[in-house]
């Protein structure tokens, strides 16, 4: 069993909305700094956005009005809701968290926009 596992990938048209989700062990979550990342075919992991412990929110420009981290400290997990889905979102999103040395992945999630 992983410490972060993701749910909520797909296929979805441009200008569609999709939600993912990412379970964090209660250490994990309560103490480490969340966040999502994408990988695309031949390109880098990107970050998508971040939040942190206390709540505190930041987006790639590229997501930024579209995108929305959130976190449910009762069910310790963290959500992205994707808004106005592009065919450029398309990749392979990631649950990540981080704590000074110490980080963790998920397994991946694949999101696939496209008519």
């Known amino acids: 069993q992983g410490q972060l596992v993701e749910s909520g990938g797909g296929l979805v048209q441009p200008g569609g909305s999709l939600r993912l989700s990412c379970v964090a062990s209660?250490?994990?979550?309560?103490?480490?700094?969340m966040g999502w990342y994408r990988q695309a075919p031949g390109k880098q992991r990107d970050v998508v956005a971040l939040?942190?412990?206390?709540?505190?929110?930041d987006y790639a420009g590229s997501v930024k009005g579209r995108f929305t981290i959130s976190r449910d400290n009762a069910k310790k997990t963290v959500d992205l809701q994707m808004n106005s889905l592009e065919p450029e979102d398309t990749a392979v999103y990631y649950c990540?968290?981080?704590?000074?040395?110490?980080?963790?992945w998920g397994q991946g999630t694949q999101v696939t926009v496209s008519s």
């Open positions: 939040i942190s412990s206390d709540g505190t929110t």
């Open positions: 990540h968290a981080r704590n000074g040395a110490f980080q963790y």
């Open positions: 209660e250490t994990i979550f309560r103490v480490y700094r």
